[in-house]
């Protein structure tokens, strides 16, 4: 896991559409998606997030950043305190974005940037984690589940004027 830094805007926003288009793109039109990257993922927004105190982003490499063959592989967003998106839990770390690229899952990388989360709650004597995933993303699902998070509620997400339901899942460190 590496830091995202703010030099690194272009190459967050790159990822983070790729991953997005990948996950979504067959169960959303591509004018909601396009809709929702002008919205959400351009770079004045990415940059704001990037400056935010209480947020952290970070990518993931197929391979340690040593060996020539490393690529991105993927991102992850998290949060604390005030820039919790829903909850504003002041003993929790929000897992906000996990994303990977489709030709890198099932490499073990999802629970890498788990375990990465779980580090930093434990560094910031969080109590523990949690995320909102959308309710059709079953391979997602699963995997939370196995990492040990189980549902405490849902709330509403705004696929660019879309609303889906995403669950709320928490696991307790």
Known sequence: MKKCTFD??????KIAIQTYQ???AESNSDDLLQQYYKQSLNLTKLSAQLKMTN??????????????????????KLNIDDAQTDLLDPEALEVEKIYILKEFLSQGLGKQMISFAIKRAQQQNKKHLWL???E???SA???YKKMGFEQFGEHGFDMAGDIQTDLLLRKDL
Not at 8 to 13: A, D, I, T, W, Y
């Open 132 to 134: 909102g995933v959308w």
């Open 141 to 143: 699902l699963n995997f």
């Open 22 to 24: 990948e996950t979504f």
């Open 8 to 13: 690194q805007v272009h190459l967050l926003q």
């Open 136 to 138: 059709n993303n079953f």
């Open 55 to 76: 947020s952290e982003f970070y990518f993931i490499y197929s391979a340690p950043l040593a060996d020539p063959e490393a690529k991105l592989a993927g991102f992850l």
